[in-house]
C-alpha cells in the first residue's frame, strides 16, 4: 500500500540525485585537459584583462547589498499586504505596520553604523 504510494517519489529522487553526480563525472571524459597560457588569464567578456584577478570589496558594497535584498523581500511581503488591504483586520494592518516599523529601524542602524546619516 505505502509502497505504492511511495515509489514515484522514490523515483524521483534517485533521478534527481543522481543526475548531477553522473553528470559530473561524465564531463571528464568531453572537456579539455590541454592547459595553455590563454586558459590560465583572467576572463573579462572579450575584452583585455587589467590588473590582478584578486581584488578587496569594501564590507559596505555587501551592507548595501544585504539591505536591497532585504527591501526586495518587503516589497513582496507589502505588494501582498497592499492587495489585500480592504479584507484586512485592524491586527493585520497593525502588525504588517509594527513589521515595517521594526525593518526600518534596522536599516536606520544599519546605516548609522556604516556612517551614510548624518541624523
Do not use: N
Amino acid at each position: 500500500m505505502l509502497w505504492d504510494t511511495y515509489l514515484p517519489v522514490a523515483i524521483f529522487t534517485v533521478v534527481a540525485l543522481g543526475f548531477p553526480i553522473l553528470a559530473f563525472y561524465v564531463s571528464r571524459f568531453f572537456r579539455p585537459t590541454r592547459v595553455t597560457p590563454l586558459k590560465r588569464e583572467t576572463y573579462e567578456c572579450g575584452e583585455v584583462p587589467i590588473g590582478g584577478a584578486q581584488i578587496q570589496f569594501h564590507f559596505q558594497f555587501y551592507m548595501f547589498a544585504i539591505i536591497f535584498v532585504v527591501f526586495d523581500v518587503v516589497t513582496i511581503f507589502l505588494m501582498i499586504w497592499a492587495l489585500s488591504f480592504d479584507y484586512l483586520m485592524f491586527d493585520a494592518k497593525l502588525m504588517m505596520l509594527a513589521f515595517f516599523a521594526l525593518l526600518l529601524v534596522g536599516v536606520y542602524y544599519a546605516l548609522k553604523k556604516e556612517e551614510k546619516l548624518w541624523i
